[in-house]
């Protein structure tokens, strides 16, 4: 049973929100507010998820841009899961041999024009928007393109983000015009424009995916890539305009409810399957803490390893996904964990992308939208046209230059994606909706958020703001907020333990109350955003 007592006001955490008819949560206060907005005037929940998610591409542009991809859960009152797939794909002219042949080896730089697919985001948007929602594109785009023409100002921790990527954007002469003033970050306070941005959702506003990806911005956007080195043509631009598709959610049960995800090639597959292993497991408030944070790290590995080495676009994996989330799988990795010591370091050579968001909305008819939206790394490439203003994100770096590896690159191929919406079922009815963001961590993250709702009974704000922890690349990381005594603790079973530097993801989830009907609503408070609702 999923509590909503909560007993301890001490320190900066702040409430769960609670909502009679409608909420929305997201880390963004302007993306929250004009979601807000839109549900106000009676859009629903798929009009608030297209107008926070677009004013978000303007306020955190480390985070999300219209040069991103997107993957969406819709729940429709009374009717199963639709699943959105919004990625790219790569240059049908990519493959292992032309990339070496280009100079590279190992990996794919984050800003290699390399790294670009063709960004699925605006086909994603304007799917969704054709089949579900109700309001105009001009109407939903209104906020982002005033905070985009004539300017936002910026918060905190977007400013912090914004500092620690400065050294990168300050290499490319685009990025530091259009990101950095005098080459220096801009702080917390400080005024942000994007009048390109803002002309390019105008554009799209008014003439839906062909606007972004025929006609002169995609040629602008070619062009822009070829003179890097790019393999893009506009034939591969054009192919994206209807190129965001339906799928069926995959699912497991967990402590008597249903958890969807998007199937492969996002790593919602690995969100399931550590919950999987954690299923055969009392996570109870019986468990001790160094007991809780080793298990989730040993479960995180184990299937962190399989993803790895398994996961890909749909039509190059080999391990079907039936198998790896079956009850036996998930009992013969559980019985690989030894709780008086850690494993051997797990499989882990997939770069670092953390930088993404996160849109939970629930309308006034129960319709419920889980949206993802990411630039892969923080600014993505950092490559931005200079023409037409769009950032181009950076997925094509999560691909391998391994001939035979399923997640290999080549042409018309969608790389391994860690951006992973959630959504919950109880007796067969949607009753929340959930997300994770930061990278690598979102299966992790996800995982971790419902044990503390399902296994500790946690106040769902209070799960929100528990301390995290991430086993990854032989090192155990721990946020700060945890007790000085516990890295002994884990030290002592084996593990590498390290204090992590920046708080790790951040998490919006909104749950319906099954006794009186309503809505609770939680937002991370390691990010500036806020959950409302009326």
């Not at 959702?201 to 911005?217: L, N, P, Q, S, V």
Request: proline share 6%; glycine share 10%; with cysteine.
């Amino acid at each position: 049973m999923i509590t909503t007592q909560r007993t301890d006001f001490f320190g900066p955490a702040r409430p769960t929100l609670f909502a009679r008819d409608a909420a929305i949560a997201t880390s963004h206060p302007l993306a929250t507010a004009a979601g807000l907005e839109v549900l106000q005037a009676g859009g629903n929940a798929m009009d608030a998820a297209l107008a926070a998610v677009a004013a978000q591409c303007v306020v955190e542009p480390a985070m999300t841009g219209i040069g991103g991809d997107c993957f969406v859960l819709y729940a429709p009152k009374g009717q199963p899961t639709v699943a959105l797939n919004g990625s790219g794909r790569a240059p049908m002219a990519a493959s292992v041999e032309a990339l070496k042949a280009a100079g590279l080896t190992t990996e794919i730089p984050r800003t290699s024009p390399h790294a670009v697919t063709v960004p699925g985001a605006i086909s994603a948007w304007t799917r969704l928007h054709a089949d579900y929602a109700s309001l105009p594109l001009d109407r939903l785009f209104a906020r982002a393109i005033d905070y985009a023409e004539n300017g936002y100002p910026i918060t905190q921790r977007v400013a912090f983000d914004w500092a620690d990527d400065a050294p990168l954007l300050a290499q490319d002469e685009n990025a530091s015009a259009f990101f950095l003033k005098a080459g220096k970050p801009l702080l917390a306070g400080d005024r942000h424009a994007q009048p390109l941005l803002g002309q390019r959702m105008r554009d799209i506003a008014a003439r839906g995916a062909a606007a972004f990806y025929e006609g002169e911005t995609a040629q602008s956007v070619v062009r822009y890539l070829n003179s890097l080195g790019g393999l893009h043509t506009l034939d591969d631009f054009a192919a994206m305009t209807n190129g965001a598709f339906y799928t069926t959610p995959i699912s497991s049960d967990y402590r008597g409810y249903t958890v969807e995800e998007c199937p492969p090639n996002g790593q919602g597959l690995a969100a399931l399957m550590i919950l999987n292993i954690l299923r055969e497991f009392d996570l109870g408030e019986g468990m001790s803490l160094s007991d809780r944070v080793h298990l989730h790290a040993e479960a995180g590995k184990l299937a962190y390893y399989n993803r790895d080495a398994l996961l890909a676009d749909p039509a190059a994996m080999t391990a079907p996904v039936e198998e790896l989330l079956s009850r036996e799988t998930a009992r013969r990795l559980a019985a690989r964990i030894d709780m008086g010591r850690a494993l051997p370091p797990a499989l882990w050579d997939e770069p670092e992308h953390k930088d993404t968001v996160y849109i939970s909305v629930v309308d006034r008819d129960g319709n419920m939208v889980s949206f993802i939206n990411s630039l892969f790394h923080g600014y993505g490439s950092t490559r931005i046209d200079p023409a037409t203003g769009v950032l181009l994100h950076s997925r094509g770096a999560s691909f391998r230059l391994i001939e035979g590896h399923p997640n290999a690159i080549a042409g018309g191929k969608r790389p391994m994606h860690t951006i992973i919406p959630g959504l919950l079922r109880k007796d067969g009815e949607a009753v929340g909706v959930f997300g994770v963001m930061g990278g690598q961590y979102q299966a992790s993250g996800q995982a971790a958020l419902l044990s503390g709702l399902l296994d500790r009974g946690l106040d769902l704000q209070n799960a929100v703001d528990a301390p995290r922890s991430f086993a990854h690349d032989g090192v155990l990381e721990i946020e700060r907020t945890y007790p000085e005594s516990l890295p002994a603790e884990l030290e002592a079973r084996g593990h590498k333990v390290t204090s992590a530097v920046e708080p790790f993801g951040g998490a919006q989830i909104i749950l319906r109350d099954p006794a009186s009907g309503f809505l609770l609503a939680g937002s991370d408070p390691r990010k500036d955003g806020c959950a409302m609702g009326f």
